[in-house]
T-cell receptor, first 113, second 116 residues
Framework: NAGVTQTPKFQVLKTGQSMTLQCAQDMNHNSMYWYRQDPGMGLRLIYYSASEGTTDKGEVPNGYNVSRLNKREFSLRLESAAPSQTSVYFC????????????FGSGTRLTVV | AQSVTQPDIHITVSEGASLELRCNYSYGATPYLFWYVQSPGQGLQLLLKYFSGDTLVQGIKGFEAEFKRSQSSFNLRKPSVHWSDAAEYFCAVGARSGGSNYKLTFGKGTLLTVNP
């Protein structure tokens, strides 16, 4: 019962580098989400995928792209990392978008220097 | 658009004392309301949720919350706090944001410290 698995757990990037954060769930959930968490800001939605084959922008999508590779996997890509993207990134999934019973991964702590 | 306010950034209580964490929401229709807990270095775990029906909902770890429509509030309570309850707590509101888009919006969190 792994739930939501995120890789890597930690990453340091130089400004301008690119990377992809991976997320996979094994609960047969239809909807998946990427959030970023910054001190004093709570969680802010970056992108989400209500179902396989669809993706939509959330509150703070600039500088990010996503791919819903299949029902299990939803990746987040930073094409040209900036210091403002230093954050903790969480992936979550839910059975359906309207269900809201989100299961969260343990997060990726990203530092851009 | 919906929003969530958690007025208290940091609360300190003694072990065994009662706890109430405040949450106010803004949404035009009946909201779906949630409380999540985050232990250091961990992801968020769902404590409880309110969709409809009884306005007092029970959750895991001995927590409960009461929905008060007249006050637009969904406060989290626990009668007796344990040291293991020290964590950050997030209130969230779920609402439809057009078409088939459903959005969960989080408050900024309340950090709970428990003194022995």
């Amino acid at each position: 019962n792994a739930g939501v698995t995120q890789t890597p757990k930690f990453q340091v990037l130089k400004t301008g580098q690119s990377m992809t954060l991976q997320c996979a769930q094994d609960m047969n959930h239809n909807s998946m989400y990427w959030y970023r968490q910054d001190p004093g800001m709570g969680l802010r939605l970056i992108y989400y995928s209500a179902s396989e084959g669809t993706t939509d922008k959330g509150e703070v999508p600039n500088g990010y792209n996503v791919s819903r590779l299949n029902k299990r996997e939803f990746s987040l890509r930073l094409e040209s990392a900036a210091p403002s993207q230093t954050s903790v990134y969480f992936c979550a999934s839910s059975l359906e978008a309207w269900n809201y019973g989100y299961t969260f991964g343990s997060g990726t702590r990203l530092t851009v220097v | 658009a919906q929003s969530v306010t958690q007025p208290d950034i940091h609360i300190t209580v003694s072990e065994g004392a009662s706890l109430e964490l405040r949450c106010n929401y803004s949404y035009g229709a009946t909201p779906y309301l949630f409380w999540y807990v985050q232990s250091p270095g961990q992801g968020l775990q769902l404590l409880l949720k309110y969709f409809s029906g009884d306005t007092l909902v029970q959750g895991i770890k001995g927590f409960e919350a009461e929905f008060k429509r007249s006050q637009s509030s969904f406060n989290l309570r626990k009668p007796s706090v344990h040291w293991s309850d020290a964590a950050e707590y997030f209130c969230a509101v779920g609402a439809r944001s057009g078409g088939s888009n459903y959005k969960l919006t989080f408050g900024k969190g309340t950090l709970l410290t428990v003194n022995p």
